[in-house]
């Protein structure tokens, strides 16, 4: 009934179906790793994103009583003088260091219970609560401007988002 010779064609067909089948599986997996991690970091810089955003936010509310801002070029729980150089503010890593945290007021701090800002913890923060601070630009009558600058932290420590925002506040 079988041929005494079988040349093993399902065999091959079947390994061949097989390999094929496997390399679909891998790069399936692979794919959706890449995508977790995108939106993993997606995920990230929006905290991040919203964090600077909430401090920003609390600078302004400070402002709504004018702060006295120190008069000497350096910066003082988050109020900085017109002669202060803060750009050093401009890389996330100066935020958090030991040197750099009496010169910026983070959101839950004693410094920021002026004006129209209270205390309060940002509710999506990581270990490092948000932070900002805020530079006298110049004055004109009754109206004064100020830099304010904003810092947050995301949900790994390489995720940060630093904001600024000219803000124009007058006497009334």
Do not use: H
Request: proline content about 3%.
């Amino acid at each position: 009934m079988y041929p005494s010779r079988q040349s093993g064609f399902v065999l091959i067909t079947s390994i061949m179906f097989m390999l094929v089948l496997t390399l679909v599986v891998v790069y399936a997996v692979r794919s959706a790793t890449i995508y977790e991690r995108v939106a993993g970091n997606n995920r990230n810089y929006s905290q991040a994103f919203q964090a600077a955003e909430f401090a920003l936010q609390q600078a302004r509310g400070t402002l709504v009583d004018i702060p006295t801002i120190p008069s000497t070029n350096s910066c003082i729980s988050g109020l900085c003088g017109k002669d202060t150089d803060i750009s050093i503010f401009n890389n996330p890593e100066n935020w958090i260091s030991n040197s750099n945290l009496n010169k910026s007021c983070a959101v839950n701090d004693s410094c920021n219970t002026s004006g129209a800002s209270k205390a309060i913890s940002f509710p999506g923060a990581s270990s490092q609560q948000p932070r900002y601070i805020i530079k006298e630009l110049n004055s004109s009558g009754s109206c004064a401007f100020y830099e304010i600058t904003a810092f947050g932290k995301g949900g790994n420590a390489s995720s940060g988002s630093i904001l600024r925002s000219v803000v124009k506040a007058c006497d009334s």
